[in-house]
């Protein structure tokens, strides 16, 4: 005959089995209501940061943009190149944009007595011009590091980085205008978008129909195929409408000043810091609009050529950085988004750039820092 149980037996295992249960349920009610609630400050960000660098590109963003990963990094406060997080040891090549050329000029020496084992190489093109267009190709090729555009990526880019099996992002550094300069002997006053758009697609022939002389204009041009400013140009100045005729074409920024020193309707655009302190060309103040004032992206008064080279023209940093000057975009570090070392080498240079010490440098190559 089985023995009876005692009644303080069983009532002790119920309730063991419901503080059992109950510790079970409640675990879990609080690991479902608040996943983070027992994380600390900084594995709070680091789990976050860890999700951010997890999430996909997303290339039907509009490029003119910034990534998600860019806009955290340009909120970064950091002070000097040494402050980083170290980046890696090796020899690493990288290009592009003619118009980075003042800005690699500035940093290639800081950033070699900072970190002397991140060793960068500028790589040019062998059978191309350089400039934004062959550095991304480049860089897709497996010929670059990373690379150095002043245009955003545009969806081709992307989709071939897709086929290839890796993604790119584009980290937004630094400002730029882009000025317009004619001979210094052409009596103009200045330019509006639409005058400038009627120049280069072929409707506006001569200075006399801009209240010049009669001078046939001569519009000089690099390639948009190649270059990122003329890129930039035809999207945002002529609308997406084609170069016209009679533009003639010039290998580079050097090509394009030398023919307008010598031609007294010629007429050309480059990134600002290369060309308002040139000597033998004279920059001229652009015009949203036939009703809206004209403006200098130098600082007036204007520095006349006979005083060049002991006073050159000076850069206007605040109507660039404003947006009073009509033409201006970004610069970026295009990055190769495959985890292996090229990755972390151009993540390494983005946020070099990023630093105060960076953007110091990036206001003394003539640009507009970006924080």
């Known amino acids: ?6 009644p303080w037996f069983t009532a002790l295992f119920i309730l063991i089995v419901f503080l059992l249960m109950g510790g079970l349920f409640g675990g879990l009610w609080l690991l479902i209501r608040d996943p983070l609630a027992n994380l600390d400050q900084t594995n709070l960000d680091e789990t976050l940061d860890t999700i951010a660098d997890s999430a996909p590109s997303n290339p039907s963003r509009d490029t003119q943009g910034d990534t998600s990963e860019g806009e955290r990094w340009s909120l970064a406060n950091v002070s000097s190149f040494t402050e980083i997080d170290g980046p890696p040891a090796g020899l690493f090549n990288y290009g592009g944009s003619t118009t980075w050329a003042p800005l690699r000029e500035q940093e290639a020496p800081a950033l070699q007595e900072a970190w002397p084992d991140f060793q960068l190489r500028y790589t040019p093109p062998v059978a191309e011009l350089p400039g934004s267009g062959t550095g991304i190709k480049m860089l897709l090729d497996g010929q670059l590091a990373f690379s150095q555009s002043s245009r955003p990526l545009n969806p081709e880019e992307y989709e071939e980085a897709k086929r290839r099996g890796f993604s790119l992002e584009q980290i937004p550094v630094a400002i ?6 004619v001979n210094p002997d052409l009596d103009i006053q200045g330019l509006t978008i639409d005058q ?3 120049i280069y697609t072929g409707t506006i022939t001569n200075w006399s129909e801009l209240n010049g002389p009669d001078v046939p204009i001569t519009p000089y041009s690099r390639s948009p195929e190649v270059g990122g400013t003329p890129e930039f140009f035809i999207e945002h100045v002529l609308g997406d409408e084609e170069l016209g005729n009679a533009v003639e074409w010039v290998g580079h920024t050097t090509e394009g000043l030398l023919q307008v020193a010598t031609n007294l309707g010629g007429i050309y655009y480059a990134s600002s810091p290369e060309v308002v302190p040139q000597c033998s060309t004279k920059p001229i103040p652009i015009a949203f ?4 004032p004209f403006v200098a992206p130098y600082l007036t008064p204007l520095v006349p050529p006979e005083a060049c080279p002991d006073q050159r023209n000076r850069l206007n940093i605040e109507a660039i950085r404003n947006g009073d000057y009509p033409l201006t975009r970004r610069l970026f570090v295009i990055v190769k988004k495959d985890g292996m070392l090229d990755q972390q080498a151009g993540e390494a240079y983005a946020r070099l750039i990023l630093t105060d010490q960076g953007q110091q440098l990036v ?3 003539g640009f507009v820092n970006i924080r």
């Open 1 to 6: 005959m089985p023995q009876k149980q005692e």
């Open 176 to 181: 730029d205008g882009i000025a317009i300069v």
């Open 363 to 365: 206001q003394e190559a």
């Open 289 to 292: 609009s036939s009703d809206k």
């Open 196 to 198: 400038l758009k009627g």
